[in-house]
Every structure is written in structure tokens, then in C-alpha cells.
């Protein structure tokens, strides 16, 4: 007679799986030893983490300074269209990673309304010069900072341009080394400013980025200064220099004010 409970304790018996060990000894091993069972899934695996990567490193759109990875700056460059210039030093770079190729310019357009563009563009500071001052904060403006910012607007406003990254500064504010093509060529923003006498190279005690160009900057400065270009055409009595214009007008506001 077959009782009812061990029918079912049987049927259970059959059913319930076996352990490891017999999973494993009853796998068809052969099946992995072909290459043509397991190569596709691999490139397909390899391909996709690949693309992710080369997505995450090159072609995504960084909107804005805080979006920039620490490990970017001095090994990466950013490239991208100029929306404003806001000084004769300054500007905001909308970033395009890729270029054309990325259909930037054919596929996908930049905007152009300021508030489209809120939020959406990297302030970048062209390392290495500094430029008359325009007037800021109830500043006065100092001679030939509306000639600085006029050539610059001139030279790269609304053109794409590839700024060599370094560091971020006390304003966030990138500081970077821009190029931009003129005529199929290659300039250096920075260096272009200091050959016409519309910077000088910059001045600091410390934290002076130059990009290996120092150098290259100084040679320039000196041979705009004996030619007297721009900023050099006056008395050298009377010359001020930007830093110089920003020590004394940020001395003169401490003394004037009251006192709590």
C-alpha cells in the first residue's frame, strides 16, 4: 500500500533541485570551448562599455563650471562656441563636445537667447594676460579697455574656439589657454593680445598660470612694449598696469571705508 504523505515526499524528492556541485557536473562545458558560443557576447560587452566611457570622457555636454571633473583640468580640453565676452580677458564658452561630428552645428544649434543660455555656459579666463580694466563696481574704466574688449569680441564672438584647461580660480572662472582658427591658422588668443600692446602678461605673487608659455608671453609683451603698441604708446611715467590699476583701486576703497 503506498501511503498518501510518501507519495508526495517522492514526487518532492524528484522535483527539488540538486546541489551545486551537481549543477555543475550536469553543465555542458563543451558548449563554452567554441569561441563562436561566447566571442559575440563578449565584443558586444566590451563595445558598449567602450562607448560609455568615450560618451562620458569626449562627446557629453558639460553645462556649466561644476560640472567639470577635478581630473579634467591640465589633461583635457574643452571645445566649443563663444556666446559672450564679457571683459577684455574673459568670456563664456558654450561647450560642443565633438564638434561638427557630433552634428554640432548641422544636427544640434547653439542657442542664442541669454535665456536659453542661463546656467548653460563655462566662464573662462585666457590665462597668461591681463587686460585693461573696464569699469566695474563703480570703477572708472582704464585706457583702452573698451579697445581690449572690442578685439576680443571681434576676434572669437560667436566663433568656436579650444581652450586648454588648467584650473579653476577664486571667481570659478576657468583658466585655460584658447586657441581659435583665423583663416585656416591656429592662433593663441592670449599671446595675439600681448604682440598688439592690448595686454599685459599677467602679474601675481602667486597662482600665475602661464601653460608652459610664460616664456613665449614675455618675449611677446617685450616686443610690443619697444614698439610701442597699444597700451605702450604713451609716457612710461604715466603707464598703470592692470595690476597695478586693481592694487590702488582696492587700496583706496579700504581707506575710504568708515570705520565700524
Do not use: C
Amino acid at each position: 500500500m503506498v501511503w498518501p504523505f510518501r507519495s508526495r515526499a517522492g514526487k518532492d524528492d524528484e522535483d527539488r533541485p540538486g546541489s551545486w556541485t551537481d549543477s555543475l557536473n550536469r553543465t555542458d562545458w563543451q558548449h563554452y570551448e567554441d569561441p563562436r558560443n561566447w566571442v559575440p557576447t563578449l565584443l558586444v560587452t566590451a563595445t558598449a562599455l567602450a562607448s560609455l566611457q568615450i560618451y562620458r570622457s569626449y562627446l557629453r555636454r558639460i553645462p556649466g563650471v561644476n560640472h567639470i571633473q577635478p581630473s579634467f583640468f591640465r589633461r583635457r580640453s574643452l571645445f566649443g562656441q563663444v556666446t559672450s565676452v564679457g571683459d577684455g580677458d574673459n568670456f563664456h564658452l558654450f561647450h560642443t563636445p565633438g564638434g561638427r561630428l557630433a552634428g554640432w552645428g548641422w544636427l544640434r544649434s547653439v542657442p542664442v537667447k541669454k535665456t536659453q543660455l542661463k546656467s548653460k555656459t563655462i566662464p573662462i579666463r585666457i590665462a597668461g594676460i591681463d587686460a585693461p580694466e573696464g569699469p566695474h563696481f563703480g570703477r572708472p574704466a582704464q585706457p583702452y579697455s573698451t579697445d581690449a574688449l572690442a578685439w576680443l569680441s571681434n576676434y572669437i564672438l560667436g566663433r568656436r574656439v579650444r581652450a586648454r584647461i588648467y584650473k579653476r580660480d577664486q571667481y570659478d572662472r576657468v583658466v585655460a589657454t584658447v586657441f581659435v582658427r583665423r583663416f585656416l591658422i591656429r592662433r593663441d588668443v592670449g599671446l595675439e593680445m600681448l604682440k598688439i600692446g592690448l595686454a599685459t602678461t599677467y602679474e601675481a605673487k602667486s597662482g600665475v598660470e602661464f601653460g608652459g608659455l610664460e616664456e613665449k608671453y614675455r618675449a611677446a609683451e617685450a616686443d610690443a612694449k619697444a614698439k610701442k603698441r597699444g597700451i605702450w604708446g604713451g609716457k612710461p611715467k604715466l603707464f598703470e598696469s592692470p595690476r597695478d590699476y586693481k592694487s590702488r583701486m582696492s587700496l583706496g576703497e579700504s581707506q575710504n571705508k568708515p570705520k565700524s
